[in-house]
């Protein structure tokens, strides 16, 4: 049978079916098991984390057997090329853990080179060498594994393996941007904004030149090359063996910038997760350089307010959650960049007051119920003086839960693919400032600013879910959505997820840009936001427009802490699937 074209066909979504029980937003019932669960973005990859359970391995085997899986099935979002972020639930201390895998720029790339690179007034660009840094999933891998694996690392390695050099077939939404991402490369490459695409049409084209289609098989024997490499010999085989020789030729050839000596020097670091408690529930996300404790900000300027009395998609809650995330977003183009060159004030003092009761007070007195806020700057904090992804979530039998988020930031990367290794180069470095009073400026050996975020929610010092949304600015946003919607508004994890989102854009950026638009910005809203809260939002001042994608891809997994039952969520935007045993 021929490949399907789903684009082709009538949509579905004009003509809902009907539900006998729970909400008719919910696309389907929430998945529940006891000894294991896994929600990923493709079903195949969650299938290989269960199998991974099944065999004897914990959590963390299968959360890095399914994020091998899905580098391979789902490049538009993710892969070995990327940075990785993860929260780990571990049952035996009772501890959450942070893990920052994210990687650096290089050493051989000064300011001054950029500058002069890219003309005055300019941006670092998203495609090509420049906005490469050194990518960090693969010693993430191994830092968590060395740490709490219990399996082989070949062994785990061994379905993504199977399926590179076997074949899998496209699913749905990932075939689309596939198609779309190829495309716009293509174009752009065409117009000179990057160094080589051969080695991307080769790796990610058919023999007749197009994108795969929906549930066409696709191959991929470099990247299983480049996974059995990393299984026989280790992180080292890709930062200090030959995929980083290789990479290192294929840099110096395209004339880029990453060097054998930036890959070599990489290190994973271990971080302490921070946690603001919404209601009696610890929400735990990690410090910067990413964007999580924006997340931690909002609920802290709502935990004043009784959300749940106003309602469920009320005009009153969703007007008062933006204003949060206004507030919490100037403050993260101010304050968020990388610890380790942060010379104002001491990062971790820092990070701790803007999550703290007393700044949020502060900040809360800046919202009114009856209007829209018209302009948002940063707060002050006493201690100051003067961004496609996957994401994926585990459970096992013994109560270990991992929240992992993995990508190559816009778009499948920078469009560059090393020869031979069969997967894309990030193109995380579009994220630095180039305005040298930023604490996100470009410096060589620094780790960009980063919008990946995981998520993990505690009570009573038990773990109780695990969570992660995709989709760059929209992360924060869509966290404190889930979070309320099931803690305020009593929502199952997959009613959540399936919810009518609202999406602000407007603040400005982790660059030090002002938003593109002036004001209150945007608010995009998805079509299940009723009419009637639409008006509501634009008689307060906020400029509701209807939205075209970009709310997210979400997964979740909950733990019955008296049962031991496992819920498991994935949201209807994504081809995900929750699966358990």
Same mark, same amino acid.
């Given at each position: 049978?021929? %490949?399907?074209?789903?684009?082709?066909?009538? =949509?579905?979504?004009?003509?809902?079916?009907?539900?006998?029980?729970?909400?008719?937003?919910?696309?389907?019932?929430?998945?529940?098991?006891?000894?294991?669960?896994?929600?990923?973005?493709?079903?195949? %990859?969650?299938?290989?984390?269960?199998?991974?359970?099944?065999?004897?391995?914990?959590?963390?085997?299968?959360?890095?057997?399914?994020?091998?899986?899905?580098?391979?099935?789902?490049?538009?979002?993710?892969?070995?090329?990327?940075?990785?972020?993860?929260?780990?639930?571990?049952?035996?201390?009772?501890?959450?853990?942070?893990?920052?895998?994210?990687?650096?720029?290089?050493?051989?790339?000064?300011?001054?080179?950029?500058?002069?690179?890219?003309?005055?007034?300019?941006?670092?660009?998203?495609?090509? %060498?420049?906005?490469?840094?050194?990518?960090?999933?693969?010693?993430?891998?191994?830092?968590?594994?060395?740490?709490?694996?219990?399996?082989?690392?070949?062994?785990?390695?061994?379905?993504?393996?199977?399926?590179?050099?076997?074949?899998?077939?496209?699913?749905?939404?990932?075939?689309?941007?596939?198609?779309?991402?190829?495309?716009?490369?293509?174009?752009?490459?065409?117009?000179?904004?990057?160094?080589?695409?051969?080695?991307?049409?080769?790796?990610?084209?058919?023999?007749?030149?197009?994108?795969?289609?929906?549930?066409?098989?696709?191959?991929?024997?470099?990247?299983?090359?480049?996974?059995?490499?990393?299984?026989?010999?280790?992180?080292?085989?890709?930062?200090?063996?030959?995929?980083?020789?290789?990479?290192?030729?294929?840099?110096?050839?395209?004339?880029?910038?990453?060097?054998?000596?930036? @890959?070599?020097?990489?290190?994973?670091?271990?971080?302490?997760?921070?946690?603001?408690?919404?209601?009696?529930?610890?929400?735990?996300?990690?410090?910067?350089?990413?964007?999580?404790?924006?997340?931690?900000?909002?609920?802290?300027?709502?935990?004043?307010?009784?959300?749940?009395?106003?309602?469920?998609?009320?005009?009153? %809650?969703?007007?008062?959650?933006?204003?949060?995330?206004?507030?919490?977003?100037?403050?993260?183009?101010?304050?968020?960049?990388?610890?380790?060159?942060?010379?104002?004030?001491?990062?971790?003092?820092?990070?701790?007051?803007?999550?703290?009761?007393?700044?949020?007070?502060?900040?809360? $007195?800046?919202?009114?119920?009856?209007?829209?806020?018209?302009?948002?700057?940063?707060?002050?904090?006493?201690?100051?003086?003067?961004?496609?992804?996957?994401?994926?979530?585990?459970?096992?039998?013994?109560?270990?839960?991992?929240?992992?988020? $993995?990508?190559?930031?816009?778009?499948?990367?920078?469009?560059?693919?090393?020869?031979?290794?069969?997967?894309?180069?990030?193109?995380?470095?579009?994220?630095?400032?180039?305005?040298?009073?930023?604490?996100?400026?470009?410096?060589?050996?620094?780790?960009?600013?980063?919008?990946?975020?995981?998520?993990?929610?505690?009570?009573?010092?038990?773990?109780?879910?695990?969570?992660? @949304?995709?989709?760059?600015?929209?992360?924060? $946003?869509?966290?404190?959505?889930?979070?309320?919607?099931?803690?305020?508004?009593?929502?199952?994890?997959?009613?959540?997820?399936?919810?009518?989102?609202?999406?602000?854009?407007?603040?400005? =950026?982790?660059?030090?840009?002002?938003?593109?638009?002036?004001?209150?910005?945007?608010?995009?809203?998805?079509?299940?936001?009723?009419?009637?809260?639409?008006?509501?939002?634009?008689? @307060?001042?906020?400029?509701?427009?209807?939205?075209?994608?970009?709310?997210?891809?979400?997964?979740?997994?909950?733990?019955?802490?008296?049962?031991?039952?496992?819920?498991?969520?994935?949201?209807?935007?994504?081809?995900?699937?929750?699966?358990?045993?």
């Amino acid at each position: 049978m021929a %490949a399907l074209d789903s684009g082709t066909a009538a =949509s579905a979504q004009a003509y809902p079916g009907d539900r006998v029980s729970g909400d008719q937003f919910a696309t389907r019932s929430v998945t529940t098991a006891t000894q294991g669960m896994a929600a990923t973005a493709h079903p195949l %990859a969650s299938q290989v984390a269960i199998n991974v359970l099944q065999s004897g391995g914990n959590a963390v085997d299968a959360a890095i057997a399914a994020n091998a899986a899905i580098g391979l099935m789902e490049p538009t979002g993710n892969g070995i090329g990327g940075d990785i972020f993860v929260i780990i639930w571990d049952p035996e201390t009772r501890q959450v853990y942070g893990i920052n895998g994210a990687g650096r720029s290089p050493m051989g790339l000064s300011y001054d080179t950029v500058v002069e690179t890219l003309g005055a007034g300019n941006a670092i660009p998203p495609l090509g %060498a420049m906005p490469v840094s050194v990518p960090g999933t693969v010693d993430g891998w191994f830092a968590m594994h060395e740490r709490f694996g219990s399996m082989p690392m070949d062994e785990i390695l061994a379905p993504a393996i199977r399926y590179a050099e076997t074949g899998f077939p496209l699913t749905e939404t990932i075939a689309y941007y596939w198609e779309r991402n190829m495309r716009i490369l293509d174009g752009r490459f065409a117009n000179g904004e990057f160094e080589e695409f051969a080695n991307a049409q080769a790796t990610y084209l058919t023999e007749d030149g197009d994108a795969p289609r929906e549930g066409e098989i696709f191959r991929n024997p470099d990247l299983a090359n480049t996974y059995r490499l990393i299984a026989e010999g280790g992180r080292d085989a890709f930062y200090d063996g030959p995929i980083s020789q290789t990479i290192n030729d294929y840099m110096e050839r395209i004339g880029g910038w990453i060097s054998y000596d930036d @890959l070599a020097a990489h290190r994973t670091e271990w971080v302490e997760p921070l946690s603001v408690n919404y209601r009696g529930y610890d929400v735990w996300e990690l410090p910067p350089q990413g964007q999580g404790i924006a997340a931690l900000q909002m609920l802290q300027t709502l935990e004043a307010y009784d959300l749940a009395s106003m309602g469920f998609m009320s005009a009153e %809650a969703i007007h008062l959650m933006v204003e949060a995330k206004r507030l919490a977003f100037e403050d993260r183009a101010r304050f968020y960049s990388d610890p380790a060159f942060y010379d104002e004030a001491d990062p971790a003092a820092l990070y701790a007051e803007l999550i703290s009761d007393e700044y949020a007070d502060t900040r809360r $007195q800046l919202i009114s119920s009856d209007a829209a806020m018209e302009n948002v700057t940063h707060g002050d904090p006493s201690i100051i003086e003067d961004g496609d992804t996957t994401y994926l979530t585990v459970a096992d039998s013994n109560g270990m839960m991992v929240s992992l988020i $993995q990508s190559n930031f816009r778009g499948m990367g920078s469009g560059l693919v090393p020869d031979g290794l069969g997967f894309m180069l990030q193109n995380r470095g579009e994220l630095f400032s180039l305005d040298t009073d930023h604490p996100n400026v470009y410096e060589p050996g620094k780790r960009p600013f980063h919008t990946i975020i995981p998520a993990m929610i505690t009570r009573d010092g038990e773990a109780f879910m695990s969570f992660g @949304l995709m989709g760059g600015a929209m992360q924060p $946003q869509g966290h404190v959505q889930i979070i309320t919607s099931v803690i305020d508004f009593g929502l199952n994890i997959q009613q959540a997820g399936d919810a009518a989102r609202w999406r602000h854009d407007g603040s400005t =950026s982790e660059t030090g840009q002002a938003g593109e638009t002036a004001g209150v910005g945007v608010l995009s809203v998805e079509s299940g936001v009723p009419q009637g809260v639409r008006d509501a939002l634009s008689a @307060l001042g906020h400029e509701v427009v209807d939205g075209n994608g970009g709310f997210g891809g979400y997964q979740a997994i909950l733990r019955d802490p008296e049962t031991g039952v496992l819920y498991g969520a994935s949201e209807m935007r994504k081809d995900g699937a929750a699966q358990g045993y």
